[in-house]
């Protein structure tokens, strides 16, 4: 761990912008602006955005991973509920947010690729249509969430709707021709709610940063040579998409 | 260190001189507000866990005051719960899970990897004041009434009480985030900002250890997060996820809440046991034995971890086999444990050894942990367990490991690296002194403890038959002299910092990396990258100038 002060700058494994004998570690910087001071090269920059969005993806699947056990458990405790509630989802308007979703991480793939390409218009275009998407994904959930309070569809002890005994017991009025459904199905929309709510917020989320992307293109700060912000935030909304592509099948699908 | 650069960078044309020390770089209280140097951020942080470590230390000093004699004696049993529990959450949340990895690693991690900062200075600076406003919302909770659940945050009591759960527990979540954050940092730039030369083999222990931590902080903390959230949620909308009137389930809080938070222990422990292999390499002028196998435990710890929650369960209802399967689970800990201790205990052996203070909270480090450990394989024991559980014995166990492992690697760390930080010297004779007031303060506190807990005291209890009183006494008197301890150690910091001398560059004559640059450190860590050709406690290839004080 010799500081080697007194010896000449050897290379640095990451690719180098050192010539040997330089003095101060302060005056390798030659490079362009977006280079923070404490890189020696555009490609470490990079690596360490990347490794830090993964390992925050990562963090994101586990965050997620705790409402999927609870979904597993409560599944097989009660799976007449289960079932029986998955049926009054709108499988049609889950399904066309699927499609959203899934063209949505299209197009932010295509924004990055149109990034590294230079292509500054293009990126913008495509952000636009992935902003575009991520709003229409939230309009249909919209209706989806207004459907369910107007059946009374309520997470937990609001739940209003009726069903056969069990806990809620009476059944409330003004429901009398809607079909019961079984016992412990609220806990069913507690998860439905806090899992769709949950991803919601991802995608409310995604939109801001996106939109704070599309500014920056705008205003020139991407190049061929950097192009790392669009590449994390098209991560960010893969990751928001695989995540649906998850709750879509467990929601909606299964009986 | 080579000689000053005669030009003006690019990236510092609007700054101040990157050679000059970082706490004199830049001047006036916003340079700090909105700094992005590690080494100010850790300043920060570690300004603020001593604050947090206070006040749940006087916490902590009540709670024993309360129970000196039978009976009330200075609070009632309802301030009592939410004392301890305060106690509890402060002294989790607030400070240990923080104090090593945000406040010393965030200074000493950069340095140690002959980096100029993290790799997100931004994100570092964020994940501070998210640290601080999760403080807020729990100490927002203190003045409004507190909580009574214990730290634990146990459904269903915590979605019944009138007490204010959602603000601690979303103080909580926020302050998980910053953990995650910091998390983040730290292992891409272990990954990516190495200095040249510096291979995985030649990092120092240190790292080794915070990068482990680092690991179980990404991918723990969110499940706490999402937990938390949930009781919240249940407690608002009545999910009946946890509610057993409701249908849910109040088990299945306990396993979510220990899957993060046996793996904290680990956040907790590792960051410790990686301060006191930096300690005891520099004090004993040797190398580590068995570097490999001292990092690599780190790593097992912190997979091993992720498999043990359950023996948090024995009791609350679990099968015959889980519980058997996390039991054994349990007894591997020993391993990597293990592993440390013993190569600890052989770097001492033929060690040229010095006795200061920095080393006195390694050697008592072990000495405790050993202790805490050991008692941990008592509480593994299925059949033992079942007698143990939620008893004093359990108290005293997890005080050995929290207190006599992480508090000590941290003040130990503390003293170890203030010179660095502060560019002080502080007065050693005072600093052992204090240090005796602490060993022996808390093992006159935590002894009587595990004596009465094995004869049945249960924990949290307000009240005790007469035949615990005169453990509880003793356990009292133990804690007045370990605050009187902490007393000492916090005048003779504050005097350092007054009417300190200036600290030379290598104060304790270490071969490590950080002690190598000027002191306190320049803006950007060193006036010359540094190039790594040997091993951060290769002492046989370290040269005079670099083990010399000058």
Same mark, same amino acid.
């Given at each position: ?33 977006? %280079? ?52 009054? %989802? ?11 979703? %899934? ?147 467990? %929601?909606?699908?299964?009986? | ?26 001047? $006036? ?102 640290? +601080? ?11 409004? $009434?507190? +909580? ?75 499940? @706490? ?38 793996? #904290? ?15 005891? #390499? ?58 440390? +201790? ?34 941990? @394989? ?17 108290? #005293? ?15 130990? $760390? ?76 916090? +005048? ?31 803006? #950007? ?26």
């Amino acid at each position: 761990m010799s500081t080697a002060a007194s010896h000449a700058e050897p290379a640095r494994p990451h690719g180098d912008s050192h010539h040997a004998g330089e003095p101060g570690h302060d005056e390798e910087h030659h490079g362009p602006a977006w %280079l923070a001071h404490h890189f020696d090269t555009p490609a470490q920059q990079f690596d360490a955005a990347k490794l830090g969005m993964w390992a925050f993806l990562a963090q994101e699947l586990l965050f997620f991973s705790g409402v999927f056990v609870a979904y597993g458990i409560f599944r097989s405790w009660y799976p007449e509920a289960f079932s029986g509630a998955s049926h009054q %989802l709108d499988r049609v308007m889950g399904a066309s947010n699927t499609i959203v979703l %899934l063209f949505s991480s299209w197009t932010a793939a295509m924004s990055v690729r149109s990034s590294q390409l230079g292509k500054k218009a293009q990126t913008s275009g495509y952000l636009i249509v992935t902003i575009a998407c991520a709003f229409i994904f939230l309009v249909v959930k919209y209706f989806e969430y207004q459907h369910k309070f107007h059946a009374g569809l309520l997470p937990g002890k609001f739940f209003g709707h009726p069903v056969d005994g069990g806990l809620f017991g009476a059944i409330p009025a003004g429901h009398g021709h809607v079909p019961h459904l079984p016992a412990k199905a609220h806990i069913f929309f507690s998860l439905y709610f806090v899992m769709t709510g949950i991803h919601a917020i991802h995608v409310i989320v995604g939109i801001g940063v996106m939109f704070w992307i599309l500014k920056r293109n705008a205003s020139g700060e991407f190049s061929k040579e950097f192009f790392t912000p669009v590449d994390l935030v098209a991560l960010y909304w893969h990751l928001v998409d695989l995540i649906w592509i998850y709750l879509f099948p467990l %929601l909606y699908l299964i009986d | 260190m080579g000689a000053a650069t005669t030009t003006v960078p690019r990236a510092q044309a609007h700054h101040p001189d990157p050679n000059e020390n970082y706490l004199k770089a830049e001047r $006036g209280i916003m340079s700090w507000i909105y700094t992005l140097d590690h080494k100010r951020i850790g300043v920060m942080y570690l300004v603020s866990v001593l604050l947090a470590f206070l006040i749940g230390g006087i916490f902590a000093l009540a709670v024993r005051l309360e129970l000196f004699s039978r009976g009330k004696t200075i609070m009632d049993a309802d301030a009592y719960n939410r004392t301890f529990t305060l106690h509890g959450v402060v002294m989790v949340f607030l400070f240990i899970i923080p104090s090593v990895p945000a406040a010393l690693g965030n200074f000493i991690l950069p340095i140690q990897l002959g980096a100029k900062d993290v790799a997100f200075p931004r994100l570092n600076l964020m994940s501070y004041y998210i640290y +601080v406003f999760g403080a807020c919302f729990a100490l927002y909770s203190m003045v409004n $009434g507190a +909580v009574d659940t214990g730290w634990t945050f146990y459904t269903p009591y915590s979605m019944r009480t009138t007490s204010a759960v959602i603000p601690m527990v979303l103080g909580a979540f926020i302050m998980g985030f910053s953990s995650i954050l910091t998390g983040v940092n730290f292992i891409a730039t272990v990954h990516k900002l190495r200095a040249p030369g510096q291979t995985w083999t030649k990092l120092p222990l240190f790292i080794w250890g915070l990068y482990a931590t680092s690991i179980i902080q990404v991918l723990a903390t969110p499940v @706490l997060a999402i937990t938390l959230l949930l009781l919240c949620l249940e407690r608002f909308l009545g999910l009946g996820i946890f509610d057993p009137k409701l249908g849910g389930d109040p088990v299945l809080f306990q396993h979510f809440f220990w899957f993060y938070s046996h793996p #904290a222990v680990y956040i907790m422990i590792v960051p410790g046991m990686a301060v006191v292999n930096e300690i005891i #390499a520099t004090f004993s002028r040797r190398a580590i034995v068995g570097y490999m196998f001292v990092a690599m435990s780190s790593l097992a710890l912190a997979l091993l971890g992720f498999l043990v929650w359950g023996h948090h369960l024995f009791v609350s209802g679990m099968s015959e086999y889980a519980t058997m399967v996390f039991s054994a689970l349990t007894f591997l800990v020993a391993i990597p444990s293990g592993v440390k +201790v013993f190569n600890w205990v052989a770097t001492l052996y033929k060690g040229s050894i010095r006795l200061e203070s920095p080393m006195l909270y390694a050697l008592s480090f072990i000495f405790l942990f050993t202790i805490g450990g050991l008692t941990g @394989l008592f509480l593994g024991v299925l059949a033992i367990d079942v007698h143990l559980h939620d008893t004093y014995f359990v108290v #005293a166990h997890f005080h050995y490991v929290m207190v006599g492992g992480t508090v000590m690697g941290f003040v130990g $760390g503390l003293h170890y690296w203030w010179p660095k930080i502060t560019g002080k010297l502080f007065n050693e004779g005072v600093a052992k002194v204090a240090w005796a007031l602490v060993f022996i303060g808390f093992n006159v506190t935590f002894i009587a403890q595990f004596i009465m807990g094995s004869r049945g005291m249960p924990r949290r209890y307000y009240d005790y038959l007469p035949e615990y009183e005169i453990f509880h006494k003793v356990s009292t008197i133990g804690s007045w002299i370990l605050g009187l301890g902490f007393l000492t150690m916090a +005048v003779m910091f504050v005097a350092s910092l007054i009417k300190g001398q200036k600290s030379t560059r290598n104060p304790w004559g270490s071969a490590a990396l950080e002690w190598q640059t000027p002191t306190p450190p320049p803006l #950007a860590n060193f006036i010359k990258v540094p190039t790594i050709t040997r091993g951060p406690y290769d002492y046989h290839l370290a040269t005079e100038e670099e083990l010399s004080e000058k």
